[in-house]
């Protein structure tokens, strides 16, 4: 059984920061792709930013600049710091990733629960 729970979601003022921290835990073998999705009320899930293993990142237009993906591997961490924040980033926070368990298995997605960021203006 393999589980990722996100921290660190709030409630800010336009303009502030937070850091948003999923951690993987069970039976892992290793981590691929690792991603951060929201979901505002009233819309569908977006992809907001995603790392490789390797450390290569992608981020969709709207928070390019603002948000940054990073990775711990030995750890099975992802984070997402997000700076100046908008209104507009209001949403419940996903983490997802695919997570091999075995050396012969392939990759599977997995979910967290979310984290809720609020911004205010």
């Known amino acids: 059984q393999v589980q990722l729970m996100e921290s660190g979601g709030g409630s800010v003022q336009a303009g502030g920061s937070l850091r948003l921290s999923c951690a993987a835990s069970g039976s892992i073998f290793s981590l691929g792709v690792m991603n951060w999705y929201r979901q505002a009320p009233g819309k569908q899930r977006e992809l907001v930013a995603t790392?490789?293993?390797?450390?290569?990142?992608t981020y969709t237009d709207s928070v390019k600049g603002r948000f940054t993906i990073s990775r711990d591997n030995a750890n099975y961490t992802v984070w997402l710091q997000m700076n100046s924040l908008k209104p507009e980033d209001t949403a419940v926070y996903y983490c997802?990733?695919?997570?091999?368990?075995?050396?012969?298995?392939?990759?599977?997605?997995?979910w967290g629960k979310g984290t809720l960021v609020t911004v205010s203006s």
């Open positions: 790392i490789t293993s390797g450390g290569t990142v």
């Open positions: 997802n990733a695919g997570v091999r368990s075995t050396p012969l298995t392939a990759y599977l997605p997995r």
